[in-house]
C-alpha cells in the first residue's frame, strides 16, 4: 500500500507533472538540454534525466509553482525560488525541496 507508478513515457522535455503521494504533491520535471543536471539529486533513465521531488517550499509548506520562462519552481508566499531540481536558490526557504522514496523501473516511477 501506498505505492505509486507513474509512466514516464509520455512526458515531454521541460514538462513537469505534479502527482499525489500521501497527500503531498510530487513534482517529477523531465529536463531538457538546456537545463543543469545535478549529479547527486537527477535521475538519468532511458537517456533521459528527471528531478523529482516532493513539491512543498521547504519555509513554511507552500506549494511552489513551475516556471517555465526561467525554469525555476517560485513560492509565491513569500518569494522563495528552487532551480530545477529544486535546489533553494532565493529567498526564506533554508533547504531544498525533500527528496520522496522512489526507485526507477524502466520508464517507470515508483513512488514509495
Ligand atoms: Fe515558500 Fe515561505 S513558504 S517562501
Not at 517550499?57 to 508566499?77: N, S
Request: charged share 20%; aromatic share 8%.
Amino acid at each position: 500500500a501506498g505505492f505509486i507508478t507513474v509512466d514516464l513515457s509520455p512526458m515531454k522535455e521541460g514538462e513537469v507533472q505534479t502527482i499525489q503521494w500521501r497527500g503531498k504533491p510530487i513534482f517529477i520535471l523531465k529536463k531538457s538540454a538546456d537545463m543543469p543536471k545535478n549529479e547527486k539529486r537527477d535521475i538519468t533513465t532511458g537517456g533521459s534525466t528527471y528531478a523529482v521531488m516532493i513539491g512543498l517550499c521547504t519555509h513554511l509548506g507552500c506549494i511552489p509553482t513551475w516556471m517555465p520562462a526561467t525554469k525555476q519552481f517560485k513560492c509565491a508566499c513569500h518569494g522563495g525560488e528552487f532551480d530545477a531540481s529544486g535546489i533553494n536558490t532565493f529567498g526564506p526557504p533554508p533547504r531544498p525541496m525533500d527528496i520522496p522514496p522512489f526507485k526507477i523501473d524502466g520508464a517507470k516511477l515508483v513512488l514509495g
